[in-house]
Nanobody, 122 residues
Framework: QVQLVESGGGLVQAGGSLRLSCTASGRTFSDYTMGWFRQAPGKEREFVAALSWSGAFTKYADSVKSRFTISRDNANNTVYLQMNSLKPEDTAIYYC???????????????WGQGTQVTVSS
């Protein structure tokens, strides 16, 4: 099994950058697709980005494409989300998640972190 802990959230001005990290415990981290999701107040959880265990497959939500980059370091059991050109509408709690197999649907992810708050001021 995999346990996930996110870090790196915070308050940033519009146009700024943040890098989120998600560290996994457990010896099978490299077997999982890793995804980032977010949920803003009053809104449903939405997909942000996903990266397959090998790095061969990547997908981004249209709203973050060209601004966000997902990457992973299997040797250190860590997945990252580099967020550039942040906008106020990116404000949300960001969750790291793990899934067996390639998927971008949140209900296929069976391991979730506790979330980290990202706030972008205008």
């Amino acid at each position: 099994q995999v346990q996930l802990v996110e870090s790196g959230g915070g308050l940033v001005q519009a146009g700024g950058s943040l890098r989120l990290s998600c560290t996994a415990s457990g010896r099978t981290f490299s077997d999982y697709t890793m995804g980032w999701f977010r949920q803003a107040p009053g809104k449903e959880r939405e997909f942000v980005a996903a990266l397959s265990w090998s790095g061969a497959f990547t997908k981004y939500a249209d709203s973050v494409k060209s601004r966000f980059t997902i990457s992973r370091d299997n040797a250190n059991n860590t997945v990252y989300l580099q967020m550039n050109s942040l906008k106020p509408e990116d404000t949300a709690i960001y969750y790291c998640a793990a899934a067996r197999g390639w998927t971008v649907k949140w209900n296929n992810y069976d391991r979730w972190g506790q979330g980290t708050q990202v706030t972008v001021s205008s």
